[in-house]
């Protein structure tokens, strides 16, 4: 059974910037697409970004694109999520996944974190 803990949520204001964790209890999810949610109060879970196993293919929301940065680190068996120019409209619970391929679908990820909670005041 995979594992995945998210870390580095909070409060911060508009404008500012997070780092979000998620450590993985499995080494083996070094060959796994890991990614990014978020789930807004009384909204769907969206897709925020994903990263593949080697870094080989990333992809972002349109509406993050050009603020948030995926990135992972195999040897420490960890996915982070650098958030920059943080608005009120990011605010959401931010989950990590896991999965197969880079898709912007939740269905496709089969391991998921508890979630981090992520304010931006304006």
């Known amino acids: 059974q995979v594992q995945l803990v998210e870390s580095g949520g909070g409060l911060v204001q508009a404008g500012g910037s997070l780092r979000l964790s998620c450590a993985a209890s499995?080494?083996?999810?070094?060959?796994?697409?890991m990614a990014w949610f978020r789930q807004a109060p009384g909204k769907e879970r969206e897709f925020v970004a994903a990263?593949?196993?080697?870094?080989?293919?990333?992809s972002y929301a349109n509406s993050v694109k050009g603020r948030f940065t995926i990135a992972r680190d195999n040897a420490e068996n960890t996915v982070y999520l650098q958030m920059n120019s943080l608005k009120p409209e990011d605010t959401a619970v931010y989950y990590c996944?896991?999965?197969?391929?880079?898709?912007?679908?939740?269905?496709?990820?089969?391991?998921w974190g508890q979630g981090t909670q992520v304010t931006v005041s304006s």
């Open positions: 499995r080494r083996t999810l070094g060959s796994n697409t």
């Open positions: 996944a896991a999965g197969r391929s880079v898709a912007q679908s939740p269905t496709e990820y089969g391991y």
């Open positions: 990263i593949s196993g080697i870094s080989s293919s990333i």
